[in-house]
């Protein structure tokens, strides 16, 4: 039973370097989250696709920001001219759309250090 | 503000202390998650609570969800050192039609041996 994964798990970048991220989802979901944690904090939602339609971006996905669910399998997040402030880690999630009440599997998580 | 309220943010108990942790909203939940997170890995999902009023078990932990499904509670019975770490409440917004999942601020538990 494979769960969520994520690639990298570290990422260490200058300022205004692009890095990309990469999740694959548990294979049967169709729906994959992009979430962002702060220490101390709890995650706050960036963006879903539901297979490879991408249903909602919130405020916090500035331009700089744009993931992509090319095929409804796996997703990639890209940011561009990173930030001091994208420094975070970065949650994947997956879930089952026909379970109504949206359980949603985590994976393990991309730690990004913008220096 | 936060939309989901965790209290404490943070506890430290001794080995076979009981404890509860509280996670408050103004808002309705169609669905409330509880979930622990160790440091430097993703959130584990513990349980999900529906129904107004529902209570489930996993061993020592007990979970309710409010009768007006604002609220929810997370007790331990007799904790462990194994216990501790990050515990975080996530809902779906009762009125929301889409994916994403609101978190709380997370209560951060110690237990010592």
């Known amino acids: 039973d494979t769960g969520v994964s994520q690639d990298p798990r570290h990422k260490i970048t200058k300022r205004g370097q692009n890095v990309t991220f990469r999740c694959d989802p548990i294979?049967?979901?169709?729906?994959l989250y992009w979430y962002r944690q702060t220490l101390g904090q709890g995650p706050e939602f960036l963006t879903y696709?539901?297979?490879?339609?991408?249903?909602?971006k919130s405020r916090l996905l500035s331009d700089r920001f744009s993931a992509e669910r090319p095929k409804g399998s796996f997703s990639t997040l890209e940011i561009q001219r990173t930030e001091q402030g994208d420094s975070a880690m970065y949650l994947c999630?997956?879930?089952?759309?026909?379970?109504?009440?949206?359980?949603?599997?985590f994976g393990p998580g991309t730690r990004l250090t913008v220096l | 503000t936060q939309l989901l309220e965790q209290s404490p943010q943070f506890l430290s108990i001794q080995e076979g202390e009981n404890l509860t942790v509280y996670c408050n909203s103004s808002?309705?939940?169609?669905?409330l998650q509880w979930y622990r997170q160790e440091p430097g890995e993703g959130p584990v999902l513990l349980v999900t609570?529906?129904?107004?009023?529902e209570v489930k078990k996993l061993k020592r932990l007990t979970f309710q969800f409010g009768d007006a499904r604002k609220d929810s509670s997370l007790h331990i019975t007799a904790a462990q050192p194994g216990d501790t770490g990050l515990y975080l409440c996530?809902?779906?917004?009762?009125?929301?039609?889409?994916?994403?999942?609101?978190f709380g601020q997370g209560t951060t538990l110690q237990v010592k041996p």
């Open positions: 999630a997956s879930s089952l759309r026909a379970v109504s009440y949206n359980e949603q599997f």
């Open positions: 294979s049967e979901h169709n729906r």
């Open positions: 696709f539901q297979n490879e339609a991408q249903l909602e």
């Open positions: 808002s309705v939940f169609s669905s």
């Open positions: 609570v529906v129904t107004g009023g």
């Open positions: 996530a809902g779906r917004l009762g009125s929301s039609n889409t994916g994403k999942l609101i």
